[in-house]
């Protein structure tokens, strides 16, 4: 019994041990076949150096059309929304009393003339005495500036456009009276904007007048307006650590309108050559950046084939569809760009021959 209950233990450890060596065996010749990727070669390239901030638009030339004096309008010599050029009439205010007093003025100012011609004769003969020429001279001086004054206010009671531009709503009335400072239409030149935009101290260091600024607005998609800074606040805001920077957009075309958001890129000097790679390369993850790296390997049997390995990058910046890798690959080096969710790192592969993702063939630009 005792030789009986041996032989049953030894053959059924013997059984476990071979159904473990059989187990192992077929793991092992069995592989899992190699996963199909699509890969991309990181590239050395100049990546242009941009720098990115937020602004608005704003009108070089832009005014409410008011008036200098009160008044009762009597005649509106514009239509709203059309164009004028600098000094069009736009508004007539009633200018009646002015007018009399300018007619009175003139006539003094003819009488005023008379009477100093007839005392300089009679003064050059010595028939008259000196001071009544000069008392003719100041009548008539006083006449003058009656004359000058009066053509001012009735200037000012009729409003003219300060400089060419397009007009706006209108705001008042034939009939209406107005007082000093009352708006009555907008004026704006649109051939050149300015785009208000600020950025970080960090970055004001690298900021010049004459760069190039690229922005780009909601209203026409997919186009871009192309300008130069002109100024720079000399001053940073202790409240925020900002700098101001302002820019001038032509707008030859009147498309670009005064209050619009602007995505605003300003483009600095080249930096040097990067390795760079598709962004759907890269594997973003909260342990850091990695990539998978295509690599040559060869079986004992004498045979290569490619495998993916987990490789740890240090990223740089990202534009249009390229990462810059600052550590971790050179040129050349084959990552895959498209099914990196499939594989571990390890993993043999097989490059796919379905379409890569599409990837600018030159250096993004802006």
């Known amino acids: 019994m005792g030789l009986g209950l041996v032989l049953i233990v030894g053959a059924f450890v013997g059984f476990e041990a071979f ?31 941009l720098l990115t901030a937020v602004g608005d638009l704003a009108a070089v030339h832009q005014v409410n059309v008011s008036a200098d004096v ?46 100093l011609d007839r005392a300089k004769q009679l003064a050059a003969r010595q028939f008259s005495p000196q001071a009544q020429v000069d008392q003719a001279q100041s009548s008539y001086d006083q006449a003058q500036a009656g004359i000058a004054k009066t053509e001012a206010i009735i200037s000012q009671k009729l409003v003219r456009a300060p400089f060419d531009g397009e007009l706006g709503v ?43 600024v690229r922005i780009k607005v909601d209203a026409f998609p997919g186009r871009t307006f192309e300008g130069k800074i002109t100024t720079i606040e000399p001053q940073i805001a202790t409240d925020t650590r ?27 000097p080249d930096k040097p050559a990067v390795i760079t790679v598709p962004e ?34 240090q990223t740089g910046n990202r534009i249009e569809g390229r990462a810059e890798i600052l550590k971790g690959l050179k040129a050349g080096d084959r990552v895959v760009a498209l099914g990196q969710l499939k594989l571990q790192s390890g993993a043999a592969v097989t490059i796919s021959t379905d379409p890569t993702p599409p990837i600018p063939a030159q250096p993004p630009r802006y």
């Not at 199909?36 to 050395?44: D, L, P, T």
């Not at 785009?195 to 190039?212: A, I, P």
């Not at 001038?248 to 483009?267: E, H, Q």
């Open 19 to 49: 159904r473990a060596s059989m187990i192992k065996q077929f793991f092992a010749s069995n592989k899992p076949p190699p996963v199909g990727v699509n890969i991309a070669e990181a590239k050395s390239e100049v990546i242009p150096n």
């Open 70 to 115: 009160n008044g009762r309008i009597t005649e509106i010599l514009f239509k709203a929304g059309s164009d004028v050029k600098a000094g069009t009439p736009l508004v007539q205010l009633f200018d009646g009393p002015e007018q009399a007093d300018l007619a009175s003025f003139k006539a003094q100012a003819t009488m005023a003339q008379l009477s």
């Open 170 to 212: 209108r705001k008042v009335e034939v009939g209406q009276y107005v007082t000093a400072g009352t708006q009555m239409v907008s004026l704006t030149d649109l051939s050149m904007l300015y785009l208000n935009f600020t950025v970080t101290e960090k970055d004001s260091g690298s900021l010049q007048v004459g760069q190039t």
């Open 242 to 268: 900002n700098i101001r920077v302002q820019a001038t957009i032509a707008n030859p075309d009147r498309i670009l309108k005064p209050g619009m958001f602007a995505s605003t890129t300003v483009v600095l």
């Open 280 to 313: 759907t390369a890269v594997d973003y993850t909260l342990y850091g950046d990695s990539v998978f790296l295509i690599e040559e390997k060869k079986s004992d049997d004498g045979k290569t084939s490619l495998v993916a390995t987990r490789t740890f990058v």
